[in-house]
């Protein structure tokens, strides 16, 4: 059993919020989601951010929104190190 890197998490969050992933798939990122505080406030807020979204117009999810996210996280990786989850996983 092997855990994601937060990386592979945050690539895979707009179809793991838009629940088009196979089960077993959305199983690991959940795994990661629970064991992981960076991405469970990344995953929170972007569920916040579509919700909004959603509300507002049946459209898809704009790719501006996570490639948001994605820089804003890789962004505090490098600002602290040391909130980098590097679990048994390859980095
Ligand atoms: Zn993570």
Request: aromatic letters at 4%; charged letters at 35%; glycine letters at 2%.
């Amino acid at each position: 059993m092997r855990l994601l890197t937060c990386k592979q998490f945050l690539q895979e969050l707009n179809d793991y919020l838009d629940e088009t992933l196979d089960p077993k798939m959305r199983a690991d990122l959940q795994r990661h989601v629970e064991e992981c505080p960076n991405c469970w406030v990344v995953c929170d807020t972007t569920q916040k951010t579509l919700r909004v979204f959603k509300g507002m117009e049946a459209q898809p999810i704009p790719g501006e929104i996570h490639s948001r996210l994605m820089a804003a996280l890789e962004k505090r990786m490098r600002d602290d190190p040391r909130s980098l989850c590097r679990r048994k996983t390859e980095v």
